[in-house]
């Protein structure tokens, strides 16, 4: 079954505040196909970076306010499988098969002090790597081996500028 | 051919301190299996930051003091291909065949405003997808995709703990 639809939801404690790591999260998940990623805080600085991003570069990525169980239960509702993404779960590379046969998800990243409960309600735990390292990274590898690379080819609709990738410096297609 | 050695630098504007940046890129490079990464400036707290991952999770991962231009000129003495992540360049999945064939590289990862003259020394400029996203995320996507995902079974020597992968909660060995 390919893919039709992926959200990605960051859960863990409201309170830190990480401007730069939440729009990395933000500027991948868009990039690699999400629809949209939920966040417990939404501040209007980060909306305005990634509204920017698609008035310029296309698509209709959205960020939205979201409790993370809430946004759990929903998913459930949906019919989603939701995948949390920690350095404590199973190899990603034993359940990737069987996550390509699902068509719909909900991929859920730790920030810091990430409940209990999410290892619980998660239908999956599954690491990328057991070592230390980054949400952004796993959750990236994670998008790319779910749809076996294909979200590398997505086009986004509605673009102000598009880049013509070239093995030499930068060239940028200008829409009139 | 197997992957025989994997380095990583950043390459950019050196004034720009970006703490949080630099350890995701620090820390996705050791647990893809890089043996070190080369940074402009390297700051204690970062040190300390890796040197204390390397004592609890194990392997000899080290952060280096090293101008890109210098680092570029060296790994081309050694024979390395160099590849640069960019937005603009190539698309990975059209050149990822042909670098699967290489054995040693060195990755390069764009921080804010990229010389003009990486675009040119680089052996490969790769973009992983055309769309803004984050380097931290591109770099993983990339180291895992030249080793075909076998980076995600390194083992790491010399371990205080090690995670025992399970589906449910955490389980931490501790070596004594």
New interface residues.
Partial sequence: MGLKSLRVVRVGHRYVR?Y??LT?LC??S???GAECIYLEEVEKELLDTVGE?NRT?GGGFSVEQGAWKKVFREAKEEGRTTVHLT???????ERVEELRKKGSFLLAVGGPKVP?EV??LAD??V????????E??????AI??IQK?E????V?GDYKL??V????????EQRT
Same sequence: chains 1, 2.
């Avoid at 690491?127 to 980054?134: D, I, K």
């Avoid at 952004?136 to 590898?141: D, E, G, N, Q, V």
């Fill in positions: 990480d730069r790591t990395h500027l991948v868009r990039a690699l991003v570069w350095m404590y779960g199973d190899p990603l590379q209990g290892y619980r999956y735990n690491a990328v790597t057991s070592q230390p390292h980054s952004i990274a796993a959750l990236a590898i790319h081996d690379g979200e590398l080819k997505k986004f598009r880049i990738p070239s093995a030499r410096g930068k060239q940028v």
